[in-house]
């Protein structure tokens, strides 16, 4: 049967979310809490890759680490997100509220990165976003975020999908066949990091566990029994500060109200892509990796694993599309990505420079001439 939104089934929902997650089948996992599998950090990083790739598509679609940040790293980026709130001025509204409900940093990676390096890298350093990001999505993956701070009295979202299909209108999503609907949620991955204590009354994100598995999702967020069957059945789980959740974007889900007077609620929202896909924000990550540099030298010197996660999330890990007349594959069926370039700097001790000009060169060999 097509995907189409007259085709939708709530009670084809109702029993898919209603299937159990089973805490002996995640070993790792400390508990379930209302269907969501949480992680101590060590169980987190004691899991194998198979087991959270196995939670994102085939369990919950929901893993919480509790304790993924250390606080100070936490609440230097968030110092430096302020001061960029401050600066740019009240929001005009997005697609998350209406003007004033909430502020909002769009790029935040690119912005901090070059605010910032230092915080940046020990932010990125951390083994977590690695990790999860390497069990949904492969290597080459690239991170972007957008900073949300909900202030008191901020709505909560609809239920929705997200990023790609999920940022389309049905008669859209209509149009594109059965297999890009199970395509679309391999393609992303969406986190989040609390840069401050979430009580449920301050309106941690909303979800249905299990509800990546109901095959017309897409389309079914835009009726009306399926809103309010996600707003009368979701679950919401209270985070501490340095707690992240990461998550299939194709699970129902959305940010709720901040019912408190005055909390500001304050979120690293992460969408990780595919290299095989598009991530939603352009970045400049030549930019980035130049003003990193330094601050990933020295990273480098006493952890080099850190500044290759680092790395990982700032450069380009995808060698393509290149112009292949200049950027021909000497060494093998691709040439050097923008990744590639950086650990090679690091690792040979390059000056700065020496980096910036390979940086250059490296993107002058993908314009098409």
Known sequence: MALTTEN???DELRAIVGQPTTLSEYPHAAEVLDGVLRYSLDGFRAAPLGELTRAFG???GIVMISGAFEGGIVDAASARFRELIDEQGPTRGDHFARPGANDRIWNGTEKLAVRAPETFVEYYATDVIAKVATAWLGPGYQVTSQVNVVNPGGKAQVGHRDYHLGFLSPDVIERYPDHVHRLSPVLTLQGAIAHSDMPVETGPTCYLPHSQKYPPGYLATARAEFREYFDAEHVQLPLAKGDAVFFNPAVIHG???NRTADVQRMANLLQISSAFGRAMESIDR???????YPALTEWH???????ANAVAASAEGYPFPT???LDPP?????PPSQADLVRRALAEKWPADQLRDELAAHAGRRISS
Not at 286 to 292: G, H, K, W
Not at 301 to 307: E, I, Q
């Open 255 to 257: 940010a709720g109200t």
């Open 286 to 292: 030549e930019r980035m990796c130049n003003a990193l």
């Open 323 to 325: 112009n292949l007349d």
């Open 58 to 60: 085939d369990g919950p």
């Open 8 to 10: 939708c089934r709530l």
């Open 301 to 307: 010197r006493h952890d080099p694993g850190g500044a």
């Open 330 to 334: 000497l060494d093998g069926l691709a």
